[in-house]
């Protein structure tokens, strides 16, 4: 590991150093002053060869900027405030310590320095100094997990408010955005229209064709709305298996009753080939409408449930029709 000794004085320097360099210490930096001690340090820091040093030797009476200076600063630096620093002092009286380990010290040498005692502290602060780097190690990797999970977690919700099949909203967007634009029509005292969409015998279409034809048809359906559907603010959901589902803030009824019989009209037109149809063998669509104004008595499930009761007597009325529900209560 690397050490550093910083001290005024040559001979002191040379000593420390042979000591260090007998016990098998090799790797030795040394440094006249405080400012130059704090410079290597730097240096090393913005380094990205350099090893950074594991611990520092530092002599207390120093000319210009003492020991106990130099330690207040290095350990206001946040990227070496980590390194134990080991003070060497001639004083050993309560006022010296106090000052020693409120500069940020972790240990004190007394000169003269006896060989025993300074490799014994040596050793306990290289120990530190080694539980710091892995304590440091730990939480790095946590920190980086952490990011990798916040970023999968991200994907995944991302993920979940798309239909991976259409790349239409999925369930979980629609109960989302429609709970949002619900609040927000409360709010401006605006109305909120629902259609819902239900593929007509869609379950006879996959017995005839198979699921990947059922698949290719939902992406078919889903970018005919695609190209219908325009208007910032409106959002379309595939809501089930063969339903789709489109919100529509604040758009007057007959607007909506106009889309809605666009929408079956352009599907009509795709002439999806579907021989269990009861119209000309092509896929139709059954629709329910909905238009609610969020107040005081009612909510967004009521208006889920027109919608969804209105799609419903559309298709057993015999499909392939349009119905608007007057009760979102």
């Known amino acids: 590991m690397s050490i550093l000794i910083v001290d005024d004085t ?17 790797d030795i930096h040394c440094a006249r002053s405080g400012l130059e001690a704090l410079d290597l340090l730097a240096d090393m820091r913005d380094s990205k060869e350099q090893k950074m040093i594991d611990l520092v030797l530092l002599d207390v009476m120093m000319p210009g900027l003492d020991g106990i200076e130099t330690c207040r600063r290095l350990k206001a630096v946040k990227d070496l405030s980590h390194i134990p620093v080991i003070m060497v002092t001639v004083r050993d009286d309560d006022e010296a310590l106090e000052q020693a380990f409120n500069a940020g010290a972790i240990d004190y040498i007394v000169k003269p320095v006896k060989e025993v005692e300074l490799l014994a502290r040596v050793r306990s602060a290289l120990k530190l100094k080694e539980e710091i780097d892995r304590r440091v190690r730990r939480e790095k990797e946590l920190v980086e997990l952490t990011d990798q999970l916040d970023t999968i977690n991200k994907r ?7 239909d991976n099949l259409t790349e239409l909203g999925s369930g979980r967007y629609f109960s989302r955005i429609l709970e ?20 007509d015998d ?14 290719n048809c939902l992406k078919k359906v889903a970018g005919i709305l695609n190209a219908i559907i325009k208007r910032a603010g409106d959002s379309i959901v595939r809501y089930g298996g063969d339903e789709f589902a489109i919100i529509l803030p604040n758009t007057p009824g007959d607007d909506v009753l106009a889309l809605a019989q666009e929408i079956q009209d352009r599907i009509e037109d795709a002439h999806l080939e579907h021989a269990g149809s009861k119209k000309n063998g092509i ?13 005081k008595g009612n909510d967004v499930k009521g208006l889920i449930a027109a919608a969804d009761g209105a799609a419903y007597l559309a298709k057993n009325e015999g499909a392939n029709q349009i119905r608007v529900s007057l009760d979102c209560s």
Not at 190 to 197: A, E, N, Y
């Open 156 to 162: 995944l919700m991302g993920m979940a408010q798309v």
């Open 202 to 215: 869609f379950a006879s279409f996959n017995e005839l064709y198979g699921r990947e034809a059922g698949d």
């Open 180 to 199: 949002k634009e619900w609040n927000r029509a409360r709010r401006e005292g605006l109305t909120i229209s629902l259609v819902m969409i239900d593929l």
């Open 10 to 26: 040559p001979v002191n320097l040379m000593l420390l150093e042979e000591i260090l360099e007998q016990e098998g210490y090799d």
């Open 283 to 295: 896929l139709t669509v059954s629709i329910g409408l909905a238009t609610a104004q969020p107040a």
